[in-house]
C-alpha cells in the first residue's frame, strides 16, 4: 500500500450530456512528486481532478489514489487528500478562524485549536482571524483556501489553479513550501497557467480537448514535440509573422516582445528562413515549454479530428 | 462502497456552523420571530371581532304582534339592524347578491295563522356567509333570541304552544360557504401554514446555498458524509419550528383567547411530525432545484396548494371532491386537523391517529424521493 503510486488512473472518462468532456486520461503521479496539469480553458482539467478525488463519477476507466480505489475507496481517499477547488469554496459569512476550526472538525483533528492557531500563524492571519472570510481579498482567499486544505496534513494535494490571482511573491513563498512538503513525500497535482509554475513542476501533464497529449519531465515534454526553434529578428515583424507562417515547413510563430520564436519539425528550415527578406539576424534556440505548449494548444484541434473516424 | 459510519462529531461540527451562519443573517432570523408575529396578527385580528349591527333585509309578507315581537328582539340583540323592507324574495337575493345586506328575514304570508293553529311554520334567515367570521356570532345569536321571543309572547291562551317543541322554526340559510368555519380555525390553522412556509423555504435554501456558492464541492471533497450535511443543516431548523409553534400557542392564548383544552405534549408532538414532513419536502425539493431561486419557485409551487386545499382557506368540506382528493394527501390538511382537535376540542390519541398516519406515510414516501434524487457526488 505504501509503496503504491500517489496517483495512477488508466483511461479515465467522463462525458457531460453527448459531450466527452474527458476522454480516456491515464496518468500516473509517484510520492514525492510535483506533478503540473496544464492545458486550455475548458479542456478537462478540473473535471479530471474531480474525478481523481471521487467526487465526480468517471463514466469509464479506473485508477487508485494513494493505493485506494477511486470508484470504491473514495471515502479513504478524502481523508488522505487535500484538495483546493478552482473557485473558492469556504464560507464567507465564518470568519478566517472559523473555517479554518470548521474543516479541522470535520477532519476530526486530536489537537484541533493548535492545529488552527499554527495555520493562522503561518498564514500571518493570526491577527485578523475574527474578520469574516467574504472581506478578505482575492489573494488572501486564495492563501486562506490552501492553508484550510492542508490543514489535516494530507499525502496528496489536488490543487486546482491554486495561485490565480496571487501576486507574485506569494506565488514564490507557496512554490517554495511546495517543493519542502514534496521533500518530505508529500505528492502534489497542480493545475496551472503559468509558465513559471510548469517549469518548477518534476512533470507535467498537458491536456486539451479532453485527452492528454503528452506527460513527462520538462525535457521530455519537449523533446516529445522535435520542434527546433529560432529567434528572428526583423523589420515590421507583423507583416514578416505572416509571411512566414504561409513559409512550407514552419510550424509555429509567436512574437516575443522585439523577435519572433519560429519552431518547425525541420531542422534545416535555418537556412530558409536566413534569406527570407525583412529578415536582419537569426539565431537557434533551445525549443522552450511555453513553444511545445503554444503548439500543442493550436494543433490539438487537428490532432483531434484526425484521430475521430 | 466500503461502509463509513455516520460520526456524530462530524455531524455537531456541521450543526455549530449553520447556527454559526443563521447568527449572522439577520434577515432570517427576523423571519422566524417576524412571520409568525406578523401573520398571526394579520389572520388573527379578523377572528376576535364580532361584528354587530349588521345590516338586514325584512321580507315581511305577514304582519302581526308575533312577527314584529320576532323582529325587535332581532334588532334588540344589536347584532342584527333593520335596514329595508323588501318586497319579495327575488329583491332579497338581489340584495344579498350585491352585499347590501348580510341577512334577509323571510316570514311567510300565512306565518301566524299556521303558528296559532300548531302547524310549526317557517322563518328563513338568509345570510351572506362568505366571510364566515363576519355573521356566526349573529347566527348563532339567532336561536336565542328565538327562544326570547317564545318565552315573552306566548302567554294566556297560547302559553301551551311555548311549553313542548318550539312553535315555528328558524332556518338558517349560510350562502357561499356551506361549512361556515368556526371561529377557532383561523389561529391554529396558522400554525401549519407558518411552519409549512419558513421550514420549507429555509431548508431549501439552506442545501441549496452550498451549491449555489460552490461550498457544497469543499464539503464533498472533506470526509463528511452527505447524510450529517443534510441532517446537520435541518437540526437548527427543527429548533426554529418548535420556537415558532411556541410563539403561536403564546400568542392564540394570549392574544386571542383560543381556548386550549387538550395536552400540550401532545400539540408539541403533532408539531415535530409535522415539522418533519415539511423538512422532508425542503430537502427534496434542495436536491431538485440547481439554484435558491428555483428552490424558492418551487416552495411557492408547494405552498400554494397547502394554503388553498388544506382547509385553511376554504372549509375543506366545501371543496369538491378532486380538490378533496388532493387536499387529503397534503400534511397541512391533517396537521390542521389535528392542531384543532387537540387544542379545541381535547382529543386524545384515537381520535388523533387518524390524521396522523397520513403525514408519517407522506415523510416517509418524500423522504424515498429524497434519498433517490440524494446526491453524494456533484454528477
Ligand atoms: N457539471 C457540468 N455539466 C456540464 N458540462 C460541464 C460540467 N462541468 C464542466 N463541464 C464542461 O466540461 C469541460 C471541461 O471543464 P473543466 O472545468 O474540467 O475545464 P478546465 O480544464 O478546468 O478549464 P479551466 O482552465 O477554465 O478551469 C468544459 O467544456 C465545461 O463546459
Ligand atoms: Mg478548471
Given at each position: 500500500m505504501k509503496?503504491?503510486a500517489?496517483?495512477d488512473?488508466?483511461?479515465?472518462?467522463?462525458?457531460?450530456g453527448?459531450?466527452l468532456?474527458v476522454?480516456?486520461?491515464?496518468?500516473?503521479?509517484?510520492?514525492?512528486?510535483?506533478?503540473?496539469?496544464?492545458?486550455p480553458?475548458?479542456?478537462?482539467?478540473?473535471t479530471?481532478?474531480?474525478?481523481?478525488?471521487?467526487?465526480?463519477?468517471?463514466?469509464?476507466?479506473?485508477?487508485?489514489?494513494?493505493?485506494?480505489?477511486?470508484?470504491?475507496?473514495?471515502a479513504?481517499?478524502k481523508?488522505?487528500?487535500?484538495?483546493?477547488?478552482?473557485?473558492?469554496s469556504?464560507?464567507?459569512?465564518?470568519?478566517i478562524?472559523?473555517?479554518l476550526d470548521?474543516?479541522?472538525?470535520?477532519?476530526q483533528?486530536?489537537?484541533?485549536?493548535?492545529a488552527?492557531?499554527?495555520?493562522?500563524?503561518?498564514?500571518?492571519?493570526?491577527?485578523?482571524?475574527?474578520?469574516?472570510?467574504?472581506?478578505?481579498s482575492?489573494?488572501?482567499?486564495?492563501?486562506l483556501?490552501?492553508?484550510?486544505?492542508?490543514?489535516?496534513?494530507?499525502?496528496l494535494?489536488?490543487?486546482?489553479?491554486?495561485?490565480?490571482?496571487?501576486?507574485?511573491?506569494?506565488?514564490?513563498d507557496?512554490?517554495?513550501?511546495?517543493?519542502?512538503?514534496?521533500?518530505?513525500?508529500?505528492?502534489?497535482?497542480?493545475?496551472?497557467?503559468?509558465?513559471?509554475?510548469?517549469?518548477r513542476c518534476?512533470?507535467l501533464?498537458?491536456?486539451?480537448?479532453?485527452?492528454?497529449?503528452?506527460q513527462?519531465?520538462?525535457?521530455?515534454?519537449?523533446?516529445?514535440?522535435?520542434?527546433s526553434?529560432?529567434?528572428?529578428?526583423?523589420?515590421?515583424?507583423?507583416?514578416?509573422?505572416?509571411?512566414?507562417?504561409?513559409?512550407?515547413?514552419v510550424?509555429?510563430?509567436i512574437?516575443?516582445?522585439?523577435?519572433?520564436h519560429?519552431?518547425?519539425?525541420?531542422?534545416g528550415?535555418?537556412?530558409?528562413?536566413?534569406?527570407?527578406?525583412?529578415?536582419?539576424?537569426?539565431?537557434?534556440i533551445?525549443t522552450?515549454?511555453?513553444?511545445?505548449?503554444?503548439?500543442?494548444?493550436?494543433?490539438?484541434?487537428?490532432n483531434?479530428?484526425?484521430?475521430?473516424? | 462502497?466500503?461502509?463509513?459510519?455516520?460520526?456524530?462529531?462530524?455531524?455537531?461540527?456541521?450543526?455549530?456552523?449553520?447556527?454559526?451562519?443563521?447568527?449572522?443573517?439577520r434577515i432570517?432570523?427576523a423571519?422566524?420571530v417576524g412571520?409568525?408575529?406578523?401573520?398571526?396578527?394579520?389572520?388573527?385580528?379578523?377572528?376576535n371581532n364580532?361584528?354587530?349591527?349588521?345590516?338586514?333585509?325584512?321580507?315581511?309578507?305577514?304582519h302581526s304582534?308575533?312577527?314584529?315581537?320576532?323582529?325587535?328582539?332581532?334588532?334588540?340583540?344589536?347584532?342584527f339592524?333593520v335596514?329595508?323592507?323588501?318586497?319579495d324574495?327575488?329583491?332579497?337575493?338581489?340584495?344579498?347578491?350585491?352585499?347590501?345586506?348580510?341577512f334577509?328575514?323571510?316570514?311567510?304570508?300565512?306565518?301566524?295563522?299556521r303558528?296559532?293553529r300548531?302547524?310549526?311554520?317557517?322563518?328563513?334567515?338568509?345570510?351572506?356567509?362568505?366571510?364566515?367570521?363576519?355573521?356566526?356570532?349573529a347566527?348563532?345569536?339567532?336561536?336565542?333570541?328565538?327562544?326570547?321571543?317564545?318565552?315573552?309572547?306566548?302567554?294566556?291562551?297560547?302559553a301551551?304552544?311555548?311549553?313542548?317543541?318550539?312553535?315555528?322554526?328558524?332556518?338558517l340559510?349560510?350562502?357561499?360557504?356551506p361549512?361556515?368555519?368556526t371561529?377557532?380555525?383561523?389561529?391554529?390553522?396558522?400554525?401549519?401554514?407558518?411552519?409549512?412556509?419558513?421550514?420549507?423555504?429555509?431548508?431549501?435554501?439552506?442545501?441549496?446555498?452550498?451549491?449555489?456558492?460552490?461550498t457544497m464541492?469543499?464539503?464533498?471533497?472533506?470526509?463528511?458524509?452527505?447524510?450529517?450535511?443534510m441532517?446537520?443543516?435541518i437540526?437548527?431548523y427543527?429548533?426554529?419550528?418548535?420556537?415558532?409553534t411556541t410563539?403561536i400557542?403564546l400568542?392564540?392564548h394570549?392574544?386571542?383567547?383560543?381556548?386550549?383544552?387538550?395536552?400540550?405534549?401532545?400539540?408539541?408532538?403533532a408539531a415535530l411530525?409535522?415539522?418533519?414532513?415539511?423538512?422532508?419536502?425542503?430537502?427534496t425539493?434542495?436536491?431538485?432545484?440547481?439554484?435558491?431561486?428555483?428552490?424558492?419557485?418551487?416552495?411557492?409551487?408547494?405552498?400554494?396548494?397547502?394554503?388553498?386545499?388544506s382547509?385553511?382557506?376554504?372549509?375543506?368540506?366545501g371543496?369538491?371532491?378532486?380538490?378533496?382528493?388532493?387536499?387529503s394527501?397534503?400534511?397541512l390538511t391533517?396537521?390542521?386537523?389535528?392542531?384543532?382537535?387537540?387544542?379545541?376540542?381535547?382529543?386524545?390519541?384515537?381520535?388523533?391517529?387518524?390524521?396522523?398516519?397520513p403525514?408519517?406515510?407522506?415523510?416517509v414516501?418524500?423522504?424515498?424521493?429524497?434519498?433517490?434524487?440524494?446526491?453524494?457526488?456533484?454528477?
Amino acid at each position: 500500500m505504501k509503496a503504491a503510486a500517489a496517483i495512477d488512473v488508466r483511461e479515465l472518462s467522463k462525458r457531460f450530456g453527448d459531450k466527452l468532456v474527458v476522454d480516456r486520461v491515464s496518468l500516473q503521479v509517484q510520492r514525492g512528486e510535483i506533478f503540473g496539469f496544464l492545458g486550455p480553458n475548458g479542456s478537462g482539467k478540473t473535471t479530471s481532478i474531480r474525478m481523481m478525488c471521487g467526487l465526480l463519477t468517471p463514466d469509464g476507466g479506473e485508477g487508485h489514489c494513494l493505493g485506494y480505489d477511486i470508484r470504491r475507496e473514495a471515502a479513504q481517499i478524502k481523508r488522505q487528500v487535500g484538495y483546493m477547488t478552482q473557485r473558492f469554496s469556504y464560507w464567507e459569512d465564518l470568519s478566517i478562524r472559523e473555517n479554518l476550526d470548521f474543516v479541522a472538525r470535520l477532519y476530526q483533528l486530536p489537537r484541533r485549536r493548535e492545529a488552527v492557531d499554527r495555520a493562522l500563524e503561518d498564514l500571518g492571519l493570526a491577527s485578523r482571524a475574527r474578520q469574516l472570510t467574504g472581506t478578505l481579498s482575492g489573494g488572501w482567499k486564495q492563501r486562506l483556501a490552501l492553508a484550510a486544505c492542508m490543514l489535516h496534513e494530507p499525502q496528496l494535494l489536488l490543487l486546482d489553479e491554486p495561485t490565480a490571482g496571487v501576486d507574485p511573491s506569494a506565488r514564490r513563498d507557496f512554490w517554495e513550501e511546495l517543493h519542502r512538503l514534496a521533500a518530505r513525500g508529500i505528492s502534489v497535482l497542480v493545475s496551472t497557467h503559468y509558465m513559471d509554475e510548469a517549469e518548477r513542476c518534476h512533470k507535467l501533464a498537458y491536456i486539451a480537448y479532453g485527452r492528454l497529449l503528452v506527460q513527462g519531465r520538462g525535457e521530455e515534454v519537449i523533446a516529445s514535440q522535435k520542434l527546433s526553434t529560432w529567434r528572428l529578428e526583423g523589420e515590421d515583424l507583423v507583416n514578416l509573422a505572416q509571411r512566414l507562417e504561409r513559409t512550407p515547413g514552419v510550424a509555429q510563430v509567436i512574437a516575443f516582445g522585439a523577435a519572433l520564436h519560429v519552431s518547425s519539425h525541420d531542422a534545416g528550415l535555418m537556412d530558409t528562413l536566413r534569406v527570407l527578406p525583412g529578415v536582419r539576424r537569426v539565431e537557434t534556440i533551445a525549443t522552450g515549454l511555453e513553444d511545445v505548449f503554444v503548439y500543442l494548444m493550436s494543433h490539438a484541434d487537428d490532432n483531434f479530428r484526425q484521430g475521430a473516424p | 462502497m466500503s461502509r463509513e459510519w455516520f460520526s456524530l462529531a462530524r455531524w455537531w461540527s456541521i450543526v455549530l456552523k449553520e447556527v454559526l451562519q443563521l447568527r449572522r443573517d439577520r434577515i432570517t432570523l427576523a423571519m422566524i420571530v417576524g412571520i409568525p408575529l406578523v401573520q398571526i396578527s394579520l389572520f388573527g385580528f379578523a377572528i376576535n371581532n364580532d361584528p354587530r349591527h349588521l345590516p338586514t333585509a325584512v321580507i315581511a309578507a305577514d304582519h302581526s304582534e308575533i312577527t314584529r315581537s320576532l323582529i325587535a328582539g332581532l334588532q334588540n340583540s344589536s347584532y342584527f339592524e333593520v335596514t329595508e323592507t323588501l318586497p319579495d324574495e327575488a329583491a332579497g337575493a338581489r340584495a344579498l347578491a350585491q352585499g347590501r345586506v348580510q341577512f334577509v328575514l323571510n316570514i311567510p304570508a300565512d306565518f301566524t295563522v299556521r303558528l296559532i293553529r300548531g302547524e310549526r311554520p317557517a322563518v328563513l334567515l338568509e345570510a351572506d356567509a362568505t366571510d364566515p367570521s363576519a355573521t356566526g356570532n349573529a347566527l348563532s345569536a339567532a336561536s336565542g333570541i328565538l327562544q326570547g321571543v317564545i318565552d315573552k309572547d306566548f302567554k294566556g291562551p297560547l302559553a301551551a304552544l311555548a311549553g313542548g317543541a318550539a312553535p315555528f322554526e328558524m332556518r338558517l340559510h349560510r350562502l357561499y360557504n356551506p361549512e361556515g368555519i368556526t371561529q377557532y380555525n383561523i389561529v391554529p390553522g396558522l400554525m401549519g401554514v407558518i411552519l409549512t412556509l419558513t421550514l420549507v423555504l429555509m431548508t431549501g435554501l439552506a442545501i441549496t446555498r452550498e451549491r449555489e456558492r460552490g461550498t457544497m464541492e469543499n464539503l464533498l471533497a472533506t470526509p463528511v458524509l452527505p447524510l450529517e450535511v443534510m441532517t446537520g443543516k435541518i437540526l437548527p431548523y427543527i429548533v426554529i419550528g418548535l420556537i415558532q409553534t411556541t410563539i403561536i400557542m403564546l400568542a392564540a392564548h394570549f392574544m386571542f383567547r383560543v381556548p386550549f383544552v387538550g395536552s400540550v405534549l401532545a400539540l408539541y408532538l403533532a408539531a415535530l411530525l409535522f415539522i418533519a414532513a415539511s423538512l422532508t419536502v425542503g430537502i427534496t425539493l434542495s436536491s431538485l432545484a440547481g439554484n435558491q431561486l428555483q428552490a424558492m419557485q418551487m416552495t411557492m409551487f408547494y405552498f400554494l396548494p397547502n394554503i388553498l386545499l388544506s382547509g385553511f382557506m376554504f372549509p375543506f368540506r366545501g371543496m369538491p371532491q378532486w380538490a378533496q382528493v388532493l387536499g387529503s394527501v397534503l400534511p397541512l390538511t391533517h396537521f390542521n386537523r389535528l392542531v384543532r382537535g387537540i387544542m379545541l376540542k381535547g382529543n386524545g390519541w384515537v381520535e388523533l391517529w387518524p390524521d396522523v398516519w397520513p403525514i408519517l406515510l407522506f415523510t416517509v414516501l418524500v423522504m424515498g424521493v429524497a434519498l433517490r434524487f440524494y446526491r453524494r457526488t456533484l454528477d
